[in-house]
């Protein structure tokens, strides 16, 4: 029972604070922190939806091929993680729309956030959905880092979003992933002696 409760205490942190880095720095400046995240700026930029609705219809098609790969309970812990990303993020953009910081403190700060929540979601046994899927179907089948294969597969929307809103986005969602997902292979990698249950057992179960 602790052991469990531990483990979504983790994913509710995780979720949140991937939530935070996508709203407080990077949405503002209309970065993507991934695939999932350049989608939903697109969709909030020709439809008019909101940043956390347009981060929940990113996800839902990569949603449906994760649930006969994974498993029911990798699965379920991705659903709410998506859900209380995209919830974190409705609240925060609709409360405090528009905040504009300086964009390079933007850039690390979210970066940094957002490695270390989506890190402590692989660990507990979920993910940020989105690009995290292929992602981690691809690393599981050729043993590659979960983090460079993310970055591979989000560069195409990178630059889709470059091209539709701002060329210097490209450059800007290349620092970030290039912070975030070496904060994501170090969670990754880190071996926990004592908590054991926080291991990268994303697998089928």
Known sequence: MMKTLLTYSCLLFGATLQGISMSLFLFPHSIPSGGAAGLAILINHFFSLSLGFSLWLANIVFLLFALPYFGFTWTLRTVISVAITSMTVGYITSQFPHIHINIFLC??????????????????????????????????????????????????????????IDYKIVLYAIICQFISTNIIDYIYEFKFHRISFLSAAWRKR
Do not use: E, Q
């Open 107 to 164: 850039i690390i700060a979210g970066s940094v956030c957002f490695g270390l929540g989506v890190g402590l979601l692989i660990r507990s046994g979920a993910s940020s959905g989105g690009m995290v899927i292929p992602a981690l179907m691809i690393a599981n089948y050729k043993n590659w880092s979960p983090g460079k294969v993310m970055m591979g597969i989000n560069f195409f929307i990178f630059v889709l979003t470059a091209l539709v």
